[in-house]
């Protein structure tokens, strides 16, 4: 059986500016907005509110009122912040929670209010935190929707939990406007001296929707079950997510590692049942007082063990600051991918085991940054910058073979830098070049192995390649830009050390 | 000294190489590596795997010359399918350079890190994997404290590291189990062929545990070391060019 709950916030607007600005707290403020050429009251604060000055009102007629009344800006997007706000930290009692436009909160509790010892001591509880807030609540438990927002706004207590039964009987004495209706619906039925919903509910259908049009009979349906009406969560239910609430708040680093291998045993047990691997997952823990806070990783393959996961969290956890106490975690997988068996290798007949290497490589990333780790696959190009590329995964292999016909320097410089040579002839190789100042002469040389510009993929002049060996032994590969003209010397590079 | 003694001297041999943590002889991947006439000088004639060694260089050049020996004997090590980590500061190392010496360069996963002190703690982790062929870290200095804690890390997981010194600012006595410094030699050809022949290296080896240090010159042909013929030396100092 469903069970929502509705929160109203009588004084949302009123309340979030304050919270905002704390230091209006014993001042008279309203709010208010520009409205057919003149200001109008938005919101106003209680005690404002205790003199006479109510919403709707000019300003110019509440300062009559009270002289030092502060008159600050509406932001129109203001509640609905706030309300997401208090949405999100509302998941603490439940996964599911929505906004209700433009004052209230609606919650599915199915199932989570025994966790708090029952409905009464549950919407206690949260009542008691948004009082914390600064927040003035009423609230109602009841099997839908409908009849839970009737509740808050209509009914007597600041705390109403109806059962199924009750919430009939309590639903038949409140006043039309407790269905949601329109105004224009309102107004007719009061009219017609239709005052309580008890008043109308057992009237025939067809006449209903003749005098009232269809709003009035979905409203009804919804209110009373007949009609199943849809919640849309703040946030999407996440399917790997595990949430570990605290009697005690936490503070303690070793608190916290309890907690993070409870839920990662929770949640890998889980994973393993189902065949996946956590690839992303983040760690959240709630503060006392209403701070988040979460750290998150990443893995180089699906990984589930929870020995694995904890490692890399730990590198983490001094980020946490649990301040007063933590009391609740949420551990939650991101990204979820199926679980490579045990038998497929990275590479065909490897000794290391692909877990570990992978493991390796997830506390590397970890502690020292995401980009470090690089793996090259060969490419078919013969332009050296070209000729291998970035593997995209660990597991990728090859589509090409490395060849191994033409020398290639085991060293090579990311950008070519310029030489000084003296070559005897245009295409001959060099006698000697002078690089950072230090003159290498020419014993040997190999040479020139051209290599073309690709004008598909780039523009410019081709290479010619020499290997070189100096007096002393040591090898470089010194390339010459373009083609000789005559006129114009050539610009020589050094670009990589043969071993 | 006649055979029981002789049996006695081994087997205290091996006894004080093994408190020294290095690992005996047996171990899978001991005696893969042929280094030529250089095995002689190391314990048992075997290059010690599971060990960590430092390798001194000086210029760009000579450093490439000690990238080339390392990725030799990296070949060597990944001879059955291992793969291994390759730790530096930027990328300079060509993948495609390194199939040259056997090794296959998409088994080599490079670690760009520019901080000193993370490469350390990289190449510790790294060296704590068991089953990679070998870790390379590009690291100038190595103090005494942070070569114990590498050498503690391959003596129990068999890993073996190099670390490839280049301009090193102060030569400390370190824990590793052997200090080579590698320097470029004019290259070789049996045939007297003009051009670049095979490449040939002073591979000095000036520091080993329970060995003999001592100086080679070493030409690498068709995967294997052999020592240089002397011939060679006396290079023609003429110009010459391959004729293309």
Known sequence: MKRLMAIWFPHLLAEGM????????????????????????????????????????????????????????????????LLTGLGHWCIRYTPVAATDLPD???????????????????????????????????????????????????????????????????LLSLPPAALRLKLVTVERLQKLGLYTIGHFINMGRSILRRRFGTGLLDRMDQAFGWKDEPLIPLQPIEPFRERLPCLEPIVTRSGIEIALQQLLNALCERLVKEGKGIRKAVFKTYRVDGEAQQIEIGTHLPSQQPIHLF??????????????????????AL????????????????????????????????????????????????WPERSFREAKELGEQPTTTWHKDRPRPVRLLSVPEPVEVAAPIPDYPPMHFRHKGKLHTIKKADGPERIEQEWWLQEGEHRDYYIVEDEIGERYWLFRLGHYTGDNPHQWYLHGFFS | MDGVQKDIVARLQQDILRLQGQRPANDPLAGKVELGPVLDAFPQQVFPTGAVHEYISGSPAATAATSGFIASILGSLMQNGGSCVWIGPEKIIFPPGLKAFGIEPDRVLFIHLKKEKDICWAMETALQVEGLAGVVSELPDLNFTVSR???????????????????????????????????????????????????????????????????WQLVWMDGHFLALPDTSLISSQTLLRKIG
Request: aromatic share 8%.
């Open chain 1, 18 to 81: 304050l919270r905002r600005r704390p230091h209006l707290k014993d001042t008279l403020f309203v709010v208010a907005a520009s409205d057919h050429g003149r200001m109008r009251i938005t919101a106003a604060c209680p005690a404002a509110q205790k003199q006479g000055i109510f919403v709707g009102m000019a300003v110019a007629d509440a300062r009559a009122l009270v002289a030092n009344v502060q008159v600050l800006d509406d932001e129109p997007q203001l509640p609905l912040q």
């Open chain 1, 104 to 170: 209230g909160l609606l919650l599915d509790i199915s199932g989570c209010a025994h966790l708090w010892g029952g409905e009464e001591k549950y919407a206690a509880d949260i009542q008691n935190r948004l009082k914390g807030f600064g927040y003035t609540t009423r609230i109602a438990i009841a099997g839908t929707i409908g009849a839970a927002w009737a509740l808050t706004r209509y009914g007597k207590q600041p705390i109403a939990v109806a059962s199924f039964d009750e919430e009939r009987a309590a």
């Open chain 1, 311 to 332: 490692k890399l969290f730990e590198l983490k956890i001094d980020q946490i600051a649990p301040a007063l106490g933590i009391e609740l975690f949420v551990l939650e």
């Open chain 1, 335 to 382: 990204n979820v991918e199926k679980a490579r068996s045990s038998q497929e290798a990275l590479w065909h007949n490897s000794t290391v085991n692909d877990t570990r290497l992978a493991q390796l490589l997830d506390q590397l990333t970890g502690k020292l940054g995401k980009g470090i780790v690089h793996r090259y696959l060969p490419e078919e190009h013969y």
């Open chain 2, 149 to 215: 804690r590498l050498q503690l890390a391959v003596e129990k997981s068999g890993v073996t590291g190099f670390v490839l010194r280049q301009q090193p600012r102060k030569l400390h006595p370190t824990a590793c189990v052997g200090r080579w410094q590698i320097s470029s030699l004019a290259s070789y050809h049996p045939d007297e062929m003009p051009g670049i022949g095979f490449p040939c290296w002073n591979v000095e080896l000036q520091k080993i545990r329970g060995g003999k240090p001592g100086s």
